[in-house]
């Protein structure tokens, strides 16, 4: 059985980019910030780790930085890539301490939950 996939298209309507492979992220653990139905927390923002987001994640439940072995994860560090809940996205532009964005690689269906607005704040590719 397979799961379910969005079409992989990035906010600015084109081919998605990989957000990163080192530490392996998205949903579906494909690099991607790739969604579908079964994905509910929609990660779906390529984020860049900052110091300040790391801090504010742990802080609010969702602790980023301390690497879990049993679950292959590495823990994140500033300046990895990691697919983002658009949520937890939106939830610290408005707490002032957004980490910045890679468009490219951020999937379309973040903007059901951020505006393009927003988005552009944060971003580091040209695209922006």
């Not at 579906?28 to 969604?35: E, H, L, P, S």
């Not at 139905?37 to 900052?50: K, L, Q």
């Not at 072995?69 to 957004?98: I, S, V, Y």
Request: aromatic share 8%; glycine share 10%; net charge negative.
């Amino acid at each position: 059985m397979s799961i379910e996939r969005a079409p992989s298209i990035n906010v600015l309507g084109e081919e998605l980019e990989p957000c990163s492979s080192d530490p392996m992220t998205g949903f579906f653990r494909n690099g991607c910030c790739d969604t579908g139905p079964s994905d509910r927390g929609s990660h779906t923002v390529c984020a860049v780790m900052t110091a300040e987001f790391l801090a504010y994640s742990k802080y609010v439940g969702n602790d980023l930085s301390t690497p879990r072995p049993e679950f292959g994860f590495p823990g994140l560090k500033p300046g990895d890539r990691w697919c983002l809940c658009a949520g937890r996205f939106l939830q610290a532009h408005d707490e002032g301490c957004a980490p910045d964005v890679h468009l490219g690689a951020t999937h379309e269906a973040a903007l059901d939950i951020v505006s393009m607005d927003i988005l552009r704040r944060y971003a580091t590719d040209a695209a922006g």
